[in-house]
């Protein structure tokens, strides 16, 4: 065995007190982080004492130990033990469970600061969740770190999840927006969206607020989707159109996402593939990939359906499609077809619309009711509702965390009654 690998082994025995487990699987496996950096990990399930097989359909016995090691950085970044249950007899404990001791351990395994990296953010009987915040300003993206430990103090769940960069790469100003200076943007943010409402079994017309990031210096605004999407896609936003259909039907493939990934590779952090732009040459192929598919699977559809990003994702480029409609509606089709990053032939999708019909949330939805209410006659019950807070948001055109103002409302209009609802209830 790899020299390497065999001392990380070791490590993770004699820090989870996991001398009577025996390792039964392990592996690398790698990912492309919103930096666009090839993250590496080594993955180990260990079975308790006396198991040496999965029960039943290939789940982990209770008392197995899935540990996760981040070889960027050769620290833990997850251990847990299945159901909560562990067979460590001298694992990780805390004696007396006070979250001051949690947090030394948690500094100690992760070399972040509480208070200047994570902040306590809930506190349950065996549980602690962290996030991560700059002078008590939530940050998005956001890291996240969450303990539990059983009845007898002992570790049995451990998460950390995110880099935790913000205090590196923060630009610090004072917060300086409020409600009365945003309300025109506030306004042009309230939305018409078609809404299922299976308690009623119809589809609710019904203005609500997109959210969205205000910059605290005025230059402008970051969209929601702009914290959450791929970040290394490229961005197409063309109408797919076609003269002739294809009469053959596409025949899907089955996708394989698992790569098998080397010892040298997965040590030395060599890039993910995923890490290359896409050119304009594979822009071209994508593009008449995404056309063939379309012919086949929707051929009467020509000039219905908008190209809108490409990016890669574990040997292939995903083209998210979406269909060319003024009503925004949860239900508006929306598809992601899976290239063959290699061959440029698309081999599979996954289609928003037929997930919702499969699984009968679309049958027998009655039709919404006649609309009677302006966005602007909407926008003025919203007002009151209205929040704004301070918020560090990651720009990636400056490539750092900027002070912000998180636009959002929890409520919403019927478009038809004119009645304010909490959009949770909806």
């Given amino acids: 065995m790899n020299a390497n690998i065999q001392q990380l082994i070791d490590q993770t025995r004699m820090k989870f007190g996991l001398d009577h487990y025996h390792l039964k699987r392990h592996g690398f496996y ?17 079975f308790p004492p006396y198991e040496t097989e999965p029960e039943v359909d290939d789940l982990n016995p209770d008392g197995t130990a899935v540990i996760e090691v981040n070889l960027n ?12 249950k562990t067979y460590a007899k001298k694992g990780v404990q805390f004696d007396n469970a006070h979250p001051n001791e949690v947090i030394k351990w948690i500094e100690q395994e992760t070399n972040l600061i509480y208070g200047e990296h994570f902040h306590l953010h809930k506190e349950k009987e ?35 999840h995110g880099p935790f960069l913000a205090k590196k790469m923060l630009r610090a100003e004072k917060y300086s927006l409020f409600i009365e200076m945003i309300e025109s943007l506030a306004q ?4 018409r969206v078609e809404w299922p409402s299976f308690e009623q079994n119809k589809i609710r017309p019904v203005y609500a607020l997109e959210e ?5 210096d005025g230059t402008g605004t970051i969209p929601f989707e702009d914290t959450i999407q791929e970040h290394h896609c490229f961005n197409i936003n ?22 098998d990934i080397s010892a040298d590779q997965a040590f030395s952090c060599e890039p993910s593939p995923d890490t290359m732009p896409i050119s304009e040459e594979e822009k071209d192929k994508c593009l008449k990939a995404v056309q063939i598919f379309l012919r086949q699977e929707y051929p009467n559809d020509t000039g219905k359906w908008i190209l809108l990003s490409l990016h890669r994702d574990h040997g292939y480029i995903h083209a998210t499609v979406k269909a060319n409609t003024q009503e925004k509606s949860v239900l508006t089709g929306k598809i992601m077809i899976f290239i063959d990053a290699y061959t440029f032939e698309a081999v599979n999708y996954i289609d928003r619309q037929q997930m919702f019909k499969m699984c009968g949330m679309l049958d027998e939805l009655q039709s919404p009711d006649k609309i009677t209410l302006s966005k602007e006659e909407a926008f003025e ?14 720009d990636f055109a400056q490539k750092q965390y900027v002070l912000c103002g998180k636009l959002d409302c929890h409520y919403g209009v019927d478009a038809a009654s004119g009645e304010v609802i909490p959009l949770q209830d909806i």
């Fill in 238 to 259: 063309k109408f797919i159109e076609w003269e002739v259909p294809i009469s053959e039907p596409f025949v899907g493939k089955e996708l394989n996402i698992q790569e």
């Fill in 188 to 191: 042009q943010q309230v939305q």
């Fill in 381 to 394: 019950k919203l007002r009151e509702y209205l929040e704004l807070t301070p918020i560090y948001v990651f």
């Fill in 30 to 46: 790698r990912y492309v982080n919103m930096f666009n950096e090839t993250i590496y990990k080594l993955n180990m399930e260990w």
């Fill in 126 to 160: 065996g549980e602690l969740l962290f996030e991560e915040k700059m002078d008590d300003v939530p940050v998005t993206p956001s890291g996240m770190i969450e303990v539990k430990w059983d009845e007898h103090g002992q570790l049995i769940y451990f998460i950390h």
């Fill in 73 to 84: 950085t050769g620290q833990v970044e997850s251990a847990v033990f299945v159901m909560g």
């Fill in 212 to 216: 969205v990031y205000i910059k605290n």
